[in-house]
């Protein structure tokens, strides 16, 4: 459990570096205002148009008697509702990466710097790393939405779907949130994507501990704008300190000493 608190140290840690660096905070804020406003219209768009796509798509209740019509079209338009909410947590971060991709390369670099250290370069064009992170990006988004079906027909199971349910949906949220958090600082390291799940993996509970508290937070409109710059840099130093602990100064007691219980000891990766 000590590593759920080390996860959740690295967040506020990568908030702290931005606060402290404002020039850099207004920096990485640009590309998430910019695709805030495409997803606010989306999810307004699917607010309005949920009750219709629902009743399109059971006819069969068309004859029902009050209250069971209600009950059933209510009841999927709030899964449908949620489902869409799920997906735009994670597809959120992946697009704004995506658009951001300059912004966050320099942020993630100058935070490795401010470390101390050597501070890893692709070496690769713009393009090319524009089309590994919309590629992998969309690995990612299959493996999501996989899930998410799973997830989204377990919620029919009565009280498991609306208390466990959730609850997996968010770990799984914010799993793959971390990992496309960490991608920015492991893919300047060298690492694909199947190497950078192995690493995850092996410290699975400390990778929750840093993403549900942020999928939480990107729940609330307008926050996850002000919370990606922050986030960027938690997770170069989350990264930093999977791939190479040496690489980090010792902070003494807390977040970066965290005991990593069963979980095996972190690889570390070349360049």
Partial sequence: MSDLGAGFGYLMK????VAQHGRWFGFGLLPGLVTLVVYAGALIGLGYGADDFVGWATPFADDWSSPWQGILRTGLTALVFVFGLFLAV???TAVTLLVGQPFYESLSEEVDRSEGGDVPESGLP?????????RDSLRILLRVAFYGIIL??????????????PAIGFCVS???????LTAVALQRRG??????LVLLRGRRMLVLGFGVPLTLAFL???VAVFLMPGAVAGATLLARDLVDPDAVPDPGPGPGTADSGDAPAPRAWSA
């Fill in 90 to 92: 994670i597809t959120f």
């Fill in 14 to 17: 990568g908030q702290r570096w």
């Fill in 174 to 180: 914010g799993y793959f949130l971390a990992e496309e």
């Fill in 191 to 196: 690492m694909v994507l199947k190497d950078r």
């Fill in 220 to 222: 609330i409109p307008v």
């Fill in 152 to 165: 989204f027909a377990c919620g029919f199971i009565p009280v498991i779907g609306q208390t466990v349910v």
């Fill in 126 to 134: 713009l393009w090319r790393e524009l089309w590994i992170s919309a």
